[in-house]
Structures are given as structure tokens and as C-alpha cells.
């Protein structure tokens, strides 16, 4: 007698992406900063027109990066799978690339602030033009090195032009509270565009199941666009101060400074855990054996992002605002509580889908918190040095647990996720540490 084996698949209700999308335009259309009985846009804060010219200029710019990014991180896996590489080799893949990050991000950040960031963000762009135009002339160029490259890549993106706006805000003489708006306009954009990036992928690669050199064509063409945009783009005069000087400077603003220390942790604790779930989070959605369409979830955590970048702006300004310490330490513990449902209690895939979903929403309203902090705490001639330093001990953490957890097997997801947890943990105790340490007063060094 023949046996019958049927396969469950799981998919997603619509109605999320409604919820999401709508949830986004109230809380834009209905944060404190707007006032629909005028006719000024939403962001208006009194501020000048060269401001909005300034803050729009650098969102385009910052969104063609964005998709950018958001192509290669689609299209890669589709490559590797194309190419039939196994689990042992994508686990290298992993390997190489956290540890080009673990030495290169503390190297990449201290030159971005000696040399300038705008230069770095040029050899961003430079990177993206040579991998993609390799893989057009190759067949299959060396794993090796396109990981490598796309980790430089990845890591200038993590703070370079988040440094570079905030150093030419300031030269520009723009008020430093309109910062705020650019910082979760950054999140919320960015999310937009690997929306859009997965979207564009599809639409290049098709029904196509052969390997496919549209994507790389892209993004030898938007690589192009924005190396001309920063090339033409605001001047910038490096930093005069010599090597000796910067490190005189960084020790004793940085490494003389608890505050930045307390700050410092919690960005390292949450890129930590950004990266845990993102290794993991596919894993545990298909323990059961359920058949899943992974990419119809995707929008769904960046929507869930989007969600939480608009949070930003109605918990931390208007009449009723909170102190952006109060509001991370909360954020933080739930992030913990949520990963650690997810670690020692499995749940049904919807359930996950929600906690994970949940997850993003508080990532999103976290990001923008800590730039302010950034903002408020840090030089911004050792800005870039700072978040580079930060995310060196976060991705020999995830190096580890790919090695242990992926490679030999040594680890189970769940204690990853612990190791998360307890770093999220420790996160709030740093942002409780750092709200009495700077209550009085509430200490800006701009204004010193």
C-alpha cells in the first residue's frame, strides 16, 4: 500500500501589509510635528528652505545607497543558490565576511573621520561598481572576495553617511534639533528601499532560473549615479589634526568618557542582536516543516521598521515627549522578552511572524534613539571612530556564534538567542545608567 505525504504550505494574510502601510501614513500624518491645518508639509519646524533642500538632497542619495545594499542582500542568496553552493560554503561566506567587518570597521571608521567622509562614501561606491561589473565579466568570481568586498561595503554604509550628514549639517549652520527628522526619515527610507530592492529583483531576475546579470547591470548603473551625486555634492575639508593628535582626542573623549562607553554598549548589544536574528530567524520559522515563502515575510519586518521609525518622532518631541533614555530602556527590555519567547518557546509560525514583526518595530524606533544620543555625546570629528569601534566586539560575537552554532554544530539557535537576550538585557541597564548619569543637566558637548 502506498503511503500519501502532504505538504502544509504556511502564507501570509494580506491584510498585514495593509495594517503596516496604514499604521505608517497615521503615525506620519499625526505625529506632534504636524499640523493639518496648514498648509506647510509635515516636517515643517520652522525651519529654512535650504534646510529641507539639504535634508531631501541627502535622503535621495541615502535611498539610492539603500537600494544598493538591498539588491545585493536579495540577489546574493538567489546567486549562491544558482551557483549550487552548499551549507558549509554559505557558512564561510558568513565567516568572511563578519571577520573582514571585526578588523576593518575600527580601521574604516578612525579614516573616515581623518580623511573625510565623503571620500569614503566614494569608495562605497566604488566597491559596488567593481563587484557588480565583476560578476558581469565572470561566471562565477571568487566567493571570497565578493564577500569580503560587500562587508567594506556593508560597514561604510553603517556609519559614513550618517557621520558625513551630520558633520555638514552643522558646517550648513542648520538648527540641531531638525537632526532628529533626518535621523528616522534615514530608518524609515531605508526600509522603503529594500522593500523596493527585493521588488526590483524579482522584476530583473524573473522566471529566470539560469544565473541572471540584470541585478549587476543596476548596480553598476546606480553606483555610477551616486559616486557623480557625492563627487558634485557638498565640499568637504578634512580634518586637519594629525594621527597622533586624533588619538589624543579619542582617548580622551572617547575612552575617558563613561556616557560614550554606556553608548557604545548599547549600539555593540544591538547590532549583536540584529545580526543573531537574521541568521536564525528563517530556521525557526520552518522548524515544523511547513513550507514558508520567506520573501512574502521580508516586507513584512521592514514594514514592522518603517512602523517603528515613525514612533520616534511622537515619543521624543512635542508637548508630551519622554527622554529618548526612558524610551530605549523600555525598547530594549522588549526586545529582550520578545527574543526570549522566541528561544525557550516555540510558537506557532503566525505567533513567530508577530513577535517578529514586533521585533523590527522596536529596532526601528532604536536606531534613530541612538543617533540622537550620538549626537548629543559624541564629537562629531570622532564620530565615525566611535561607531566603527562599537560594532568590532558585536561582530567577533556573531563571528563566534557562526563558527560554534553554524560550522561545528556546538551551540543550539536557542542559547544564540540567549546570548542576545542577555545583551539586550544589559543594553537597558547601560541606557538606565546613562539617564542618571547625564540628568543634570541633560549634557549636549555642542554646548560646552
Not at 561566506?93 to 573582514?100: E, N
Not at 535621523?183 to 529583483?201: G, V
Not at 518557546?345 to 550620538?374: K, M, N, W
Not at 548629543?376 to 563566534?400: H, T
Amino acid at each position: 500500500m502506498g503511503v500519501v505525504t502532504e505538504f502544509s504550505i504556511w502564507e501570509p494574510n494580506p491584510s498585514p501589509y495593509i495594517f503596516l502601510f496604514l499604521c505608517c501614513c497615521f503615525s506620519i500624518f499625526f505625529s506632534p510635528n504636524s499640523n493639518l491645518n496648514r498648509t506647510s508639509t509635515i516636517f515643517d519646524h520652522g525651519t529654512s528652505s535650504s534646510f529641507f533642500r539639504f535634508q531631501w538632497n541627502f535622503l535621495l542619495l541615502y535611498s539610492l545607497t539603500s537600494v544598493m545594499e538591498g539588491l545585493w542582500s536579495v540577489f546574493g542568496e538567489y546567486e549562491l543558490a544558482s551557483y549550487g553552493i552548499g551549507r558549509e560554503t554559505m557558512v564561510m561566506t558568513l565567516c568572511y565576511g563578519y571577520g573582514t567587518t571585526l578588523f576593518a570597521a575600527p580601521v574604516l571608521g578612525v579614516l573616515s573621520d581623518l580623511i573625510g567622509h565623503k571620500k569614503v562614501c566614494l569608495f562605497f561606491c566604488i566597491l559596488h561598481f567593481f563587484i557588480a561589473l565583476w560578476k558581469r565579466v565572470l561566471d562565477q568570481p571568487s566567493i571570497f572576495m565578493t564577500s569580503i568586498s560587500l562587508s567594506l561595503a556593508n560597514t561604510i554604509f553603517s556609519f559614513s553617511f550618517e557621520a558625513w550628514m551630520v558633520t555638514q549639517h552643522e558646517k550648513h549652520g542648520h538648527r540641531l534639533d531638525s537632526l532628529n527628522d533626518t535621523f528616522w526619515l534615514m530608518t524609515f527610507f531605508e526600509s522603503a528601499c529594500f522593500i523596493a530592492s527585493q521588488i526590483f529583483a524579482n522584476w530583473l531576475v524573473g522566471n529566470n532560473t539560469e544565473i541572471n546579470t540584470a541585478p549587476s547591470s543596476a548596480i553598476i548603473f546606480l553606483a555610477t549615479i551616486c559616486f557623480t551625486f557625492i563627487t558634485k555634492g557638498w565640499v568637504e575639508t578634512p580634518g586637519t589634526a594629525s594621527l597622533k593628535e586624533y588619538s589624543l582626542s579619542f582617548y580622551e573623549y572617547i575612552f575617558g568618557d563613561k556616557r560614550i562607553w554606556l553608548l557604545a554598549w548599547a549600539q555593540t548589544c544591538l547590532h549583536f542582536s540584529i545580526g543573531i536574528f537574521w541568521i536564525l530567524w528563517a530556521p525557526t520559522v520552518v522548524a515544523d516543516g511547513r513550507e514558508v515563502q520567506l520573501g512574502l515575510l521580508y516586507p513584512c519586518f521592514l514594514g514592522s521598521k518603517m512602523l517603528g521609525s515613525t514612533a520616534f518622532p511622537c515619543l521624543t518631541s512635542g508637548p508630551s515627549s519622554f527622554r529618548t533614555e526612558d524610551c530605549l530602556v523600555y525598547a530594549y527590555i522588549i526586545l529582550g522578552l520578545l527574543l526570549s519567547i522566541v528561544a525557550y518557546d516555540y510558537q506557532e509560525i503566525g505567533v513567530l511572524v508577530t513577535l517578529f514583526c514586533l521585533f523590527h518595530t522596536c529596532v526601528g524606533f532604536i536606531i534613530p534613539s541612538l543617533a540622537r544620543l550620538r549626537t548629543m555625546y559624541v564629537p562629531n570629528e570622532l564620530r565615525g571612530g566611535m561607531m566603527g569601534l562599537s560594532l568590532a566586539p558585536a561582530n567577533a560575537a556573531i563571528l563566534l556564534s557562526v563558527v560554534q552554532g553554524g560550522y561545528y554544530r556546538t551551540v543550539s539557535n536557542a542559547t544564540l538567542m540567549a546570548f542576545a537576550v542577555l545583551g539586550l538585557l544589559l543594553a537597558a541597564g547601560c541606557m538606565h545608567s546613562l539617564k542618571k548619569m547625564g540628568k543634570q543637566p541633560y549634557h549636549n558637548w555642542h554646548k560646552q
